[in-house]
């Protein structure tokens, strides 16, 4: 079935530090990924998507690209700020399978001021 | 913008007994419910997916049975918790999307079951 992997399951940063996110996938179709991130007592908000290869999305300084050859939507950021301190999750949707949402581990950002 | 309710926030229930959540949609036709729980470790589990007009279709270890859903207009959708254990503490999820090929999932605040 499909699946998504989130390398790291923590990041610990200084504010202005460069982030990423390593997020690979692994699907039958032609997913659209995602990147959601959660706030403490929240559910995930929507960062931004991207449905074919090569696509950019990007949101609130967050930025991946749909990478089809190496199957992977890695999360980047220049300059992380202590606001963006959350958990961010990596998903696909596949067309074939009924767009069902498949998310990946997470991964805790901890951005120290 | 796409805007989904949930109650309660939070709910607390003696093991065996069964509680009710509610999700709601605002702003916007919620064509396709999907309910998730969202374990203590972080990961999600998708319960079932409600479309209009379509069976409800539930996900391996999941039973209408012990999760009925309702889905009775595109605004709203409800799950209940039935005979509820420890196992089936967690943050509950309801993610809706604006259409039938819509693929993004506008996700509420969550119901946090607790069970004693």
């Known amino acids: 079935g499909d699946s998504v992997t989130q390398t790291e399951g923590q990041v610990a940063l200084s504010e202005e530090d460069f982030l990423t996110i390593h997020c690979n996938y692994s699907a039958s179709g032609y997913p659209t990924l995602f990147w959601y991130v959660q706030y403490p007592g929240e559910g995930p908000q929507l960062l931004f998507r991207?449905?074919?290869?090569?696509e950019k999305g990007s949101s609130r300084g967050f930025e991946a690209t749909y990478d089809k050859g190496t199957t992977s939507f890695h999360l980047r950021k220049a300059s992380v700020q202590e606001s963006d301190s959350a958990v961010y999750y990596c998903?696909?949707?596949?067309?074939?399978?009924?767009?069902?949402?498949?998310f990946g581990q997470g991964t805790v950002l901890s951005v120290i001021p | 913008g796409a805007l989904v309710y949930q109650y309660p926030r939070r709910t607390i229930c003696k093991s065996g007994t069964s509680m009710r959540m509610e999700c709601q949609a605002v702003?916007?036709?919620?064509?396709?419910v999907a309910w998730y729980r969202q374990s203590p470790q972080k990961t999600f589990e998708l319960i079932a997916l409600s479309t209009v007009n379509s069976a409800i279709k539930y996900e391996q270890n999941f039973t209408q049975e012990k999760f009925p859903i309702s889905h009775p207009n595109l605004s709203f959708s409800s799950m209940t918790v039935l005979n509820a254990y420890l196992e089936d503490r967690g943050l509950y999820l309801c993610?809706?999307?604006?259409?039938?090929?819509?693929?993004?999932?506008?996700f509420g605040s969550g119901t946090r079951l607790t069970v004693l």
């Open positions: 993610g809706a999307r604006l259409g039938l090929s819509a693929e993004t999932l506008y």
């Open positions: 702003g916007f036709q919620a064509t396709s």
């Open positions: 998903a696909l949707s596949d067309p074939g399978g009924n767009n069902k949402l498949t």
């Open positions: 991207a449905s074919r290869d090569k």
